[in-house]
DNA sequence: CATATTTGCCCATGATATCCCATAGTGTCC
DNA sequence: GGACACTATGGGATATCATGGGCAAATATG
């Protein structure tokens, strides 16, 4: 299970390639797919980054054990898994950002990697800014129950 | 588990570079990941240090089972976990400290690093003097509470 | 079928971080 | 008290990362 942590500001180039930060890269199991995928999110104007193997849970946790799912799921199937896409690095470490995930979340020539642990977000700079310090404030306000959060963790 | 005592001023030399105490590295697990992981803290001008294991606990208390989380979850997952950097020790024994996190702590020549049992936190020196006389006077208006305290640990 | 356009691979570059060695100060052990 | 071990610190050499351009194969377009 890899560990998203960190936050990197790098260029997307006239070919919208952007190189993936190596902190994320080599948190990616060696053996497996060489990429990552990326899909919008429906919360904010950024995109959302996993790696396959969450992916695979998430599809799991969504459709249940029989595969009939609900209407909510139906839902959350279509918005998450129908606008996922799977990047694979180039020999670079870089990926390709597709045009609509890059009109999603309004990146044009800088792209903000940012970590949260089992997954990252994708931002633009200036837009991530803005999110980051409302971020902060909720978190100063809950700062409090950070005790209990990782004594649950025990 | 590792515990972090004792307070240790050390010089950051032009690259970045500091030397963690030998009090702390000898506390880490030797066949671990080799550094420690630093982040901005939201509530005081410094930063907080901890080792792999404890930041792969927090990351699993603030995801939680799916990986959707609440919005308070978020925002502490972006405070924390969007901020931490995992430094690796060079074969010294030295961390580098990235540009960002120095700024935070208002760090330019000297780290103090500051051991508080699980964790720990690196201060620029005058800072944390003026923080720890806070921390003292209030210390002692609560001396009281100490006995229960010191008995639920047990 | 010829011609654009994309897609992925290879190489080159500057900036940065990492490694390796050298030194000085400190404490420890005979 | 003297030799030794180890920590903290500094500088120079080397490897790695992010980035950009070019080339060729695959795909689309007319």
Redesign the pocket.
Known sequence: MPLFLST????????????????F??SLPASGYQGIIAYASFKHACLHGADLGFMEQLSDSIHGDFGLYSDENEALANAILGSARQL???????I?L?KDLMDHAGITS?ATFVGLGKTFQIWEPAAYEAHRLVQLALAKTKAGELGPIIRRGD
């Open positions: 990197t500001t790098n260029r997307v180039d006239r070919k919208g390639r952007v190189s993936v930060p190596v902190a890269r080599s694979s690095f180039d020999p670079e470490g870089r390709n597709s800088e």
